[in-house]
């Protein structure tokens, strides 16, 4: 069994460096190691050399959405010419079907189509 200080909470969540409310958290869910003992009913306490495993073996954090490189995730944005939105909205209106089957046929979002067939309504698009 690990020998050394023993550590409550806050001095266990400061060597794992997390809050204190984080390490809570994790203690309540699980995510932490088990309490080495206790002092009383209430008050777990943990030696420093159980702090260090789980910090050593802790799950990554993360990263952040700005330091996530987002163009290795996303298909390269398609740019559709003023005239090819014209003549699909045209195709829309003589098809018939739903604007769903529509723009799951033609490997669109229904959300494009929408904003196409406003445009072309408004006459910002050719021919309308």
């Given at each position: 069994m690990p020998e050394?200080?023993?550590?409550?909470?806050?001095?266990?969540a400061e060597l794992a460096g997390?809050?204190?409310s984080t390490w809570r958290d994790y203690v309540a869910d699980g995510r932490a190691p088990k309490p080495d003992g206790r002092y009383d009913e209430r008050s777990p306490y943990w030696f420093e050399s159980?702090?260090?495993d789980f910090k050593q073996h802790r799950p990554g954090r993360g990263r952040r959405r700005a330091e996530v490189d987002s163009?290795?995730?996303?298909?390269p944005r398609r740019v559709f010419t003023p005239?090819?939105?014209?003549?699909?909205?045209?195709?829309?209106h003589a098809s018939g079907q739903?604007?769903?089957?529509?723009?799951l046929?033609?490997?669109?979002?229904?959300s494009a189509l929408a904003t196409w067939i406003r445009?072309?309504?408004?006459?910002?698009?050719?021919?309308s």
């Open positions: 050394g200080p023993r550590l409550r909470t806050n001095e266990a997390v809050k204190p159980t702090v260090d163009s290795a995730s996303r298909a005239e090819f939105k014209a003549q699909t909205v045209q195709e829309y739903s604007m769903r089957q529509f723009a046929a033609h490997d669109l979002t229904q445009d072309a309504e408004a006459g910002k698009l050719p021919g």
